[in-house]
């Protein structure tokens, strides 16, 4: 757990998989998107991404967002419950396991810091450099635009919703910075329009259970044993904030 203080007026979200680093022993990812209240701290769960170091380092606060096999690491679906848990028993292991495996690319760093593979990866790998390049030259955000599916190997992967569309480009760049550390190569196959319509109605975004009830907030899941979703919704039942992800894709078997 880390503490996270909002300095603004304003609330904000920190979208799952986000990496920090500053004041910290080690480089640390959100385990689950969080939000916190204008002028308010909150204790974040995290999972740590620089299994070779406990001390102070130098790092950026902001280090992007991580790879969508860290993200999905270490969750499993309760079949009874119908939604998808952390185990907590294996979280941190299999994080680990998705970092080595994404240092195997081009060599095992002093630390093994997820921050310094996807820094260094994304000016040296080709297929990385390349996507995230197309990314910047060729997204084109509209206006008012407040959420977004990213389908790779024509197939849906992901699908992330806000109710505030401010700062959508920067989070839509990072995820798909992320998600390019989990391809490959460079054969783009579009996506079938019936594919993506079974995945948004497997989201199940209108039948959500409630796994945590709070004054302001409430935190809901719900999706199915393919289809992971999580959301925050406000104390009028508006939503806040929302991410489904597609766990029959190769990209996030087995982790």
């Given at each position: 757990?880390?503490?996270?203080?909002?300095?603004?007026?304003?609330?904000?979200?920190?979208?799952?998989?986000?990496?920090?680093?500053?004041?910290?022993?080690?480089?640390?990812?959100?385990?689950?998107?969080?939000?916190?209240?204008?002028?308010?701290?909150?204790?974040?769960?995290?999972?740590?991404?620089?299994?070779?170091?406990?001390?102070?380092?130098?790092?950026?606060?902001?280090?992007?967002?991580?790879?969508?096999?860290?993200?999905g690491a270490g969750w499993d679906y309760d079949a009874?419950?119908?939604?998808?848990?952390?185990?907590?028993?294996?979280?941190?292991?299999?994080?680990?396991?998705?970092?080595?495996?994404?240092?195997?690319?081009s060599g095992v760093r002093s630390t093994s810091s997820?921050?310094?593979?996807?820094?260094?990866?994304?000016?040296?790998?080709?297929?990385?450099?390349?996507?995230?390049?197309?990314?910047?030259?060729?997204?084109?955000?509209?206006?008012?635009?407040?959420?977004?599916?990213?389908?790779?190997?024509?197939?849906?992967?992901?699908?992330?919703?806000?109710?505030?569309?401010?700062?959508?480009?920067?989070?839509?760049?990072?995820?798909?910075?992320?998600?390019?550390?989990?391809?490959?190569?460079?054969?783009?196959?579009?996506?079938?329009?019936?594919?993506?319509?079974?995945?948004?109605?497997?989201?199940?975004?209108?039948?959500?259970?409630?796994?945590?009830?709070?004054?302001?907030?409430?935190?809901?899941?719900?999706?199915?044993?393919?289809?992971?979703?999580?959301?925050?919704?406000?104390?009028?039942?508006?939503?806040?904030?929302?991410?489904?992800?597609?766990?029959?894709?190769?990209?996030?078997?087995?982790?």
């Amino acid at each position: 757990m880390i503490e996270v203080h909002n300095p603004t007026e304003e609330d904000f979200v920190i979208p799952s998989g986000w990496i920090v680093g500053a004041n910290l022993l080690q480089v640390r990812t959100f385990n689950h998107s969080e939000l916190v209240k204008a002028g308010e701290s909150i204790l974040a769960d995290v999972s740590c991404v620089e299994k070779g170091r406990w001390g102070e380092g130098q790092n950026e606060t902001d280090g992007g967002r991580a790879p969508l096999s860290v993200i999905g690491a270490g969750w499993d679906y309760d079949a009874e419950r119908k939604f998808w848990v952390i185990d907590r028993n294996s979280r941190q292991s299999r994080v680990w396991n998705q970092v080595s495996r994404q240092e195997s690319r081009s060599g095992v760093r002093s630390t093994s810091s997820l921050q310094q593979i996807m820094t260094e990866d994304s000016e040296q790998a080709a297929v990385q450099s390349r996507i995230q390049q197309i990314s910047r030259n060729s997204l084109k955000i509209y206006d008012e635009q407040n959420g977004f599916l990213v389908a790779v190997d024509g197939e849906p992967l992901l699908m992330e919703v806000f109710s505030d569309s401010r700062n959508i480009e920067k989070t839509i760049q990072e995820t798909i910075r992320g998600i390019s550390f989990d391809i490959a190569h460079l054969d783009f196959e579009p996506a079938l329009d019936g594919d993506v319509r079974r995945f948004v109605e497997e989201t199940n975004l209108g039948g959500l259970n409630p796994i945590q009830i709070d004054d302001w907030a409430s935190q809901f899941a719900g999706g199915n044993h393919g289809v992971d979703t999580k959301a925050t919704k406000d104390r009028h039942g508006l939503l806040i904030h929302s991410i489904s992800l597609n766990r029959r894709h190769r990209i996030l078997m087995e982790v």
